[in-house]
């Protein structure tokens, strides 16, 4: 066989990416749920016939999957025939799906008795079940708390659907009518896409479709073999913490040492806490090529060549090395839910690695968090019962080698589109009192970190249930770069400015009562750059659209504003007094972070690590917590990790001694 041109080889890409595409537009103006119809929470791929992604929407759906390989989970069907429709939602079985929510569907497309390729794709569903209206919460401890689990398997045969199947999937979730609508429409996509497939097969042939998906990943691969080609060879070590490894638990860290040599990359996620008691673990199965471990270095290839493919081929250059029993890495049935928290924690790592190896081509950490809120409540007119996603809580991206941060869409959310407060009220009977940016938010820097964004609403029924996952970045702040600062926390709050206020931090599900007020902002992004260089008319600016406060200028820009106007001689005297003598640390990570690192240095980190991998996988959320119990304060006499260890055996006589490691 010939080899394909290159012209016709990018009118192939064209065709197979139109075609993820109509399956995404079928799926987005047909779906029931808001989650769906509006945020835009699911996926559209087509694959070959090995289930390897061969092409994704530009700018429909999540921005995950590119790298998604459904090998395994196929290969638990016994036999394929025309007209099958397969899926799965179970984390633990063939490793695609993720959470229990995001239920998993593909479509073999057939010539003759070939399989060519299959339509594929994902939704997120509002609930399946489980101990929590919307499925997920950090406080669950078990994969099977977190609703109905269905493995690899046909919901329909030769055409025809398993309605049995469909009847247990709606029995056990609370509002069947949301699943069973977008499951209709999730079926119409994958539809398409085969429709769509059949067409190029028709157009070009079996055979010539079939190597020009192998020619899109080799070309792929060689687009991502490049960009590594233009960074420095070396080894950069980054760590970053979700705020809580459980319930106002201990700071989760996750670790990354990236070695670039050449045109390959390893990324060895070692270092990183053990399996959680709680869920925000991120099934992982070991995969070296896991597309949730290389969402970081997607959106890096993306930023160093706009023009890269999308697919599989990205992943080909890099090697994931996650040892077993890891947050990353867990153990069925650890819970899982909560895993985007933790994946918005590798983006943010990933950009940290890199913001060492290139940092003069890397922004600042986006917010960090994308909290979503779902409400649980009783319609007071109808007197039915309303389970809807009312919004992400989408924090501002961090600030750019050559601008701020986008306001109100960081890295870690921009997929997840903004619902309209019309469409949220006519839905869901609560009252949007407001949305909004958040002032003061974004880090200081040359290139200022973008906005928080707000959201207050009011409920009017009582026993309102709320959840509002992927609570995080209250307690440690996205971190500035290049002498830029940290951006503002986010919070949650009950009631704000009354006498029944309640601060809920990183609470990610509550009961409301009628008229109860719930206000809830995302973190800011990052600065980037010394904010003191920062353009005093740009300061000025900001001030006037309400990004920055008057005495926020004046204190992190050293901009004094007076009667709306720059006051030119007391600025140049205020950047003078707040000028330090020496070189900005590369990242400011924040007051936070910086007693954390001064109580857990890298090397009892390093330690700790040989430590609990050295222990039954069991026992180590247990001794670590025990550990950081120990661990004395600032001021204290200092104390060695196998002192401390030491007491925890003589409190816990059960404790195994841990294996003697030469290597993690």
């Excluded at 025939?81 to 799906?97: H, K, L, M, Q, R």
């Excluded at 593909?106 to 209206?133: E, L, Q, R, S």
């Excluded at 990353?328 to 909560?338: E, F, I, Q, R, W």
Aim: aromatic share 8%; charged share 20%; glycine share 10%.
């Amino acid at each position: 066989m010939s080899s394909i041109d290159k012209v016709t080889l990018q009118i192939m890409g064209n065709h197979l990416r139109a075609a993820a595409e109509n399956m995404a537009y079928t799926l987005y103006r047909t779906a029931y749920s808001t989650f769906v119809k509006e945020t835009e929470d699911f996926t559209t791929q087509i694959t070959d016939a090995s289930g390897v992604c061969v092409a994704v929407p530009m700018d429909l759906g999540a921005t995950w999957y590119p790298g998604i390989t459904y090998g395994r989970a196929m290969a638990m069907i016994k036999d394929y025939e025309p007209g099958d429709i397969c899926f799965t939602n179970d984390p633990y079985s063939g490793f695609v799906a993720t959470h229990v929510p995001d239920v998993h569907m593909w479509k073999p497309v057939f010539h003759g008795d070939d399989i060519v390729g299959f339509a594929c794709g994902h939704i997120h569903n509002t609930d399946m079940g489980g101990a929590v209206p919307a499925s997920l919460s950090r406080a669950l401890t078990e994969v099977h708390q977190e609703g109905v689990r269905f493995p690899p398997m046909k919901l329909y045969r030769a055409g025809k659907i398993n309605d049995e199947l469909v009847d247990v999937m709606m029995l056990n979730v609370r509002k069947p009518d949301q699943n069973r609508g977008d499951l209709r429409a999730f079926v119409g996509a994958l539809n398409t896409g085969e429709r769509k497939l059949r067409d190029m097969v028709a157009k070009f042939g079996a055979p010539q479709v079939t190597q020009g998906m192998a020619m899109l990943l080799d070309y792929a691969e060689h687009q991502a073999r490049d960009v590594l080609r233009s960074i420095p060879d070396g080894e950069y070590f980054f760590s970053d913490y979700a705020d809580e490894d459980s319930v106002n638990g201990n700071p989760c860290r996750v670790a990354l040492t990236l070695t670039i040599k050449g045109d390959a990359a390893i990324l060895d996620f070692t270092g990183s806490d053990p399996q959680l008691t709680s869920a925000l673990n991120v099934p992982t199965g070991g995969d070296p090529h896991h597309t949730l471990l290389l969402v970081g270095v997607y959106y890096v290839l993306c930023t160093l060549n706009p023009q890269i493919t999308l697919n599989a081929g990205l992943t080909r250059p890099f090697t994931c090395i996650v040892p077993e029993g890891t947050v990353l890495n867990p153990h069925s049935p650890a819970a899982v839910g909560m895993r985007s928290l933790t994946c918005a924690r590798l983006r943010s790592l990933i950009f940290g690695v890199f913001g060492l190896a290139v940092p003069e081509r890397m922004p600042a950490a986006p917010a960090g968090s994308s909290s979503i809120i779902n409400v649980m409540t009783t319609d007071n007119r109808t007197h039915r019962t309303v389970l809807a996603a009312v919004n992400p809580i989408v924090g501002g991206a961090g600030g750019m080698p050559h601008r701020d941060g986008t306001n109100g869409s960081g890295a870690d959310g921009a997929y997840l589109k903004n619902t309209p407060v019309e469409i949220t009220e006519a839905e869901v009977p609560i009252q949007i009192l407001r949305y909004g940016l958040m002032p003061d938010s974004g880090g200081a820097g040359l290139h200022r970190g973008g906005l928080a964004t707000a959201l207050d609403f009011r409920v009017s029924a009582p026993h309102t249930r709320i959840t509002a996952r992927n609570r995080d970045r209250s307690r440690f702040r996205p971190w500035g770069i290049l002498g830029g600062k940290a951006g503002g926390p986010s919070d949650m709050v009950l009631n704000p400015g009354t006498a029944r206020e309640k601060p809920l931090g990183n609470t990610d599900t509550f009961t409301c009562e009628p008229g109860d007020v719930i206000h809830i902002h995302s973190p800011g992004g990052g600065g980037r750059g010394n904010p003191l260089d920062r353009d005093p008319a740009r300061v000025l600016l900001d001030v006037a659209r309400g990004y920055v406060s008057v005495a926020a200028a004046a204190e992190s820009y050293g901009v004094v504003i007076q009667d709306g106007a720059v006051d030119t001689a007391a600025t140049a005297a205020k950047r003078a007094s707040l000028r330090v003598a020496g070189d900005a640390p590369h990242f400011a990570f924040g007051p936070e972070r910086d007693a954390h690192d001064a109580l857990w240095t890298a090397e009892i980190y390093h330690d700790l690590t040989v430590l609990l991998a050295g222990l039954p996988v069991h026992w180590r959320f247990f001794v670590k917590g025990k550990l950081f119990e120990l661990m004395p304060r600032t001021g204290e006499p200092r104390a060695t990790l196998a002192e401390l260890f030491a007491k925890v055996q003589a409190e816990y006589s059960d404790v195994p001694a841990p294996r003697r490691l030469e290597s993690v």
